[in-house]
T-cell receptor, first 113, second 112 residues
Framework: DAGVIQSPRHEVTEMGQEVTLRCKPISGHDYLFWYRQTMMRGLELLIY????????DSGMPEDRFSAKMPNASFSTLKIQPSEPRDSAVYFC???????????FGQGTRLTVV | EDQVTQSPEALRLQEGESSSLNCSYTVSGLRGLFWYRQDPGKGPEFLFT???AGEEKEKERLKATLTKKESFLHITAPKPEDSATYLC?????????????FGGGTRVLVKP
């Protein structure tokens, strides 16, 4: 298995533009997570899905952020409009069941200028 | 609110100099305590899961232990390739699914 695949690896965009981050979880994993990592706040959970259904989105910072999982092999995190303070590394992770380890992708480094 | 605190923030070791990293957690009912390793520019890589006080797990030069309030990651005779940021995370029983709260991490640098 290729692991969790994220794209793009790097994204530089101007303030106000829409940004879409993509994730392909490991096949057979029922849980998918979106995290954001910054120097100031560390690794924060934004939202997670179970069997393609959003379970907890309490970590989503604002209405500018939205996430979807149209099927078991694909998820997106969208920021519209983007702001400089959204600059961070965004990770997608997946896990097989409750209380099992989560496997992380390589992340997308987002820079909003 | 669930909290995970790691100490120290950074650790510089000489090759072969053993040490321990601390992870303190406050959670009303622990489902699991996870340790990850993160290298620069990469996603966290899973190391261990501990489920109950007294449990220990080992992998090469790393050993993780768990008490009711904290977990330790012991690095025995470290090598330069053990240099990384080590993250711990708690998963509370009350949370549906697999919600993890991460600590801030400990950056470990092992010098030859």
């Amino acid at each position: 298995d290729a692991g969790v695949i994220q794209s793009p690896r790097h994204e530089v965009t101007e303030m106000g533009q829409e940004v879409t981050l993509r994730c392909k979880p490991i096949s057979g994993h029922d849980y998918l997570f979106w995290y954001r990592q910054t120097m100031m706040r560390g690794l924060e959970l934004l939202i997670y899905f179970n069997n393609n259904v959003p379970i907890d989105d309490s970590g989503m910072p604002e209405d500018r952020f939205s996430a979807k999982m149209p099927n078991a092999s694909f998820s997106t995190l969208k920021i519209q409009p983007s702001e400089p303070r959204d600059s961070a590394v965004y990770f997608c992770a997946s896990s097989r069941q409750v209380n099992t380890e989560a496997f992380f992708g390589q992340g997308t480094r987002l820079t909003v200028v | 609110e669930d909290q995970v605190t790691q100490s120290p923030e950074a650790l510089r070791l000489q090759e072969g100099e053993s040490s321990s990293l601390n992870c303190s957690y406050t959670v009303s009912g622990l489902r699991g305590l996870f340790w990850y390793r993160q290298d620069p520019g990469k996603g966290p890589e899973f190391l261990f899961t501990l489920y109950s006080a007294g449990e220990e797990k080992e992998k090469e030069r790393l050993k993780a232990t768990l008490t009711k309030k904290e977990s330790f990651l012991h690095i025995t005779a470290p090598k330069p390739e053990d240099s990384a940021t080590y993250l711990c995370a708690s998963s509370p029983i009350k949370a549906a699914g697999n919600k993890l709260t991460f600590g801030g991490g400990t950056r470990v640098l092992v010098k030859p």
